[in-house]
T-cell receptor
Framework: SQELEQSPQSLIVQEGKNLTINCTSS?????LYWYKQKYGEGLIFLMM???GGEEKSHEKITAKLDEKKQQSSLHITASQPSHAGIYLC?????????????WGLGTSLAVNP | KAGVTQTPRYLIKTRGQQVTLSCSPI?????VSWYQQTPGQGLQFLFE???????NKGNFPGRFSGRQFSNSRSEMNVSTLELGDSALYLC??????????????????FGPGTRLTVL
């Protein structure tokens, strides 16, 4: 099984709706990254979370890290077609080495206008 | 600053051949990581180079190798290609200021990738 599970695998929402994507780790998290990918292209950095309870926002996207649950959530408010893409979470499971990241399989998001 | 560039963008090879992919990091970035992305396995870490030295390695067979040059540009090579090597290969650069501290949280900037198809 994946060390980093993302849910849901795919999501279709109507423009203007809110949505949440989860990333759950089977091991202790030492740093968690959220990236967005357009199909077949490179990844665009969204946010990085380091400490339990940490919450960061950028425009209409908010990410939180729950250290106890070993989980992070990405919340998009009032979704727009420009939010469509694949959202990937990446994490380090090694306290001494945060440059070797494990990745989830991604959540594919479609936003219908 | 120019972003991370990868060449070629698309490549078609046959089984048994070898391939070399190139990555030019953002100017000033000394760390380059390589990833393989497939629909079934997702994004998997191949290796990371810093100052011409391999610092981290993923769980890939020895057919996958890489190197980094003094200008931080990196190449990865896959020998004896197999059908399962068909994937999007992504490289990412980051601004890790020290070669010693691995415990650093830095944003990785990704290139557009090279899509390799093995027939």
């Amino acid at each position: 099984s994946q060390e980093l599970e993302q849910s849901p695998q795919s999501l279709i929402v109507q423009e203007g709706k809110n949505l949440t994507i989860n990333c759950t780790s089977s091991k202790t998290l030492y740093g968690l990254y959220w990236y967005k990918q357009k199909y077949g292209e490179g990844l665009i950095f969204l946010m990085m979370l380091q400490k339990g309870g940490e919450e960061k926002s950028h425009e209409k996207i908010t990410a939180k890290l729950d250290e106890k649950k070993q989980q992070s959530s990405l919340h998009i408010t009032a979704s727009q077609p420009s939010h469509a893409g694949i959202y990937l979470c990446g994490a380090s499971h090694n306290a001494g080495n945060n440059r070797k990241l494990i990745w989830g399989l991604g959540t594919s998001l479609a936003v219908n206008p | 600053k120019a972003g991370v560039t990868q060449t070629p963008r698309y490549l078609i090879k046959t089984r048994g051949q070898q391939v070399t992919l190139s990555c030019s990091p953002i100017s000033g970035h000394r760390s380059v990581s390589w990833y393989q992305q497939t629909p079934g396995q997702g994004l998997q870490f191949l290796f990371e180079y810093f100052s011409e030295t391999q610092r981290n390695k993923g769980n890939f067979p020895g057919r996958f190798s890489g190197r980094q040059f003094s200008n931080s540009r990196s190449e990865m090579n896959v020998s004896t290609l197999e059908l399962g090597d068909s994937a999007l290969y992504l490289c990412a650069s980051s601004d890790h200021r020290t070669s010693i501290v691995l415990h650093s949280y830095n944003e990785q900037f990704f290139g557009p990738g090279t899509r390799l198809t093995v027939l």
